[in-house]
């Protein structure tokens, strides 16, 4: 599968920003989906994810409340819905699959991974 990140963008502290992720392919319900992201000098953290049917969800400690996933399996797309934007929230963020159940919230549990779309919030 390949996987297509958009949305991110510069915005102020306290506002709202949707990330989208398109997937290639007619399997895209086969796939966990996750959100990660990676700030400059940092190592890549887990953001989100969501289950092949959108029935389960978990996000990071970090952005429990303000995030929120979801997924339209018609249309082959996962987003992330960012509310209440920190500074600390700037980083590159990443859609990435794995073809299986449910998954561990780590990186290298994920095989797909997209290009990463730039999220940075101004104080």
């Known amino acids: 599968v390949q996987l297509q990140a958009s949305g991110g963008g510069l915005v102020q502290a306290g506002g709202s920003l949707r990330l989208s992720c398109v997937a290639s392919?007619?399997?895209?319900?086969?796939?966990?989906m996750g959100w990660f992201r990676q700030a400059p000098g940092k190592t890549r953290e887990f953001v989100a994810q969501?289950?092949?049917?959108?029935?389960?969800?978990y996000y990071a400690d970090s952005v429990k409340g303000r995030f929120t996933i979801s997924r339209d399996n018609a249309k082959n797309t996962v987003y992330l819905q960012m509310n209440s934007l920190k500074p600390g929230d700037t980083a590159v963020y990443y859609c990435a699959a794995v073809a299986t159940a449910w998954a561990t919230p780590k990186a290298s549990a994920y095989d797909y991974w997209g290009q990463g779309t730039l999220v940075t919030v101004s104080s």
């Open positions: 392919g007619r399997t895209f319900s086969s796939y966990v």
């Open positions: 969501i289950s092949r049917s959108a029935g389960s969800t």
